[in-house]
């Protein structure tokens, strides 16, 4: 779908945002990010959340992280690699109200693991107040896409190529997402 045609009217403040990490909020590397001078913002990601924070209820982190099965890193290397995330969101005024992760390896059958729902069960577990019917996921791969559609979420898709199943719109970037967010709603 293209991004004149996405009915932008939807959006209120009971909205919940999903957002992958790698490739999303952080450039994706070859490998895994296991080290903090690995992790890089993608495009004005830390301003771009801040700003997405005032418009939606919640915002979550929801991430495959199979480098931790594989002995790449630990889930305490993973840990410091996501406060860094949060303090340099947290610098330009956002937030991020959970980060959930998986690390089980693909192909196991991991309820946790996108696409699977196990990530978004969790925070509807712990924040009973959001509602999948009300929520947005933006990643960058088609597990992303079946993960919200799993869990009845619009799903935008960033990418420069075409959609895969399950997605509602395509945009480039999260930068290039909140843009169109804004120039759609008229703020």
Known sequence: MLSQDFDW??????WTLFLDRDGVINKKI???????????????????IAEMNEYFFRTFVVTNQQGISKGLM????????????????????GYIDRVYFCGDLAGTGSTGR????????????????????????LGDSPGDMLFAKNLGMIGIFISSEAACPGTHLV??????????FKQGKGI
């Open 171 to 180: 945009v480039p970037s999260l930068a290039q997402f909140w843009q169109l």
């Open 30 to 48: 070859d490998g895994y990010v296991s080290e903090i001078d690995e992790f890089s913002f993608t495009e004005n990601a830390p301003q771009v």
């Open 114 to 137: 996108k696409p699977a729902t196990g990530m978004g069960l969790q925070a509807k577990a712990e924040f009973p107040d959001i509602s999948f019917r009300k929520g947005i996921m």
């Open 74 to 93: 630990t889930e305490e290397q993973l840990n410091v690699v996501h406060q860094h995330m949060v303090k340099g969101i947290h610098a330009k005024g």
């Open 9 to 14: 009217s939807i959006f209120d403040e009971e």
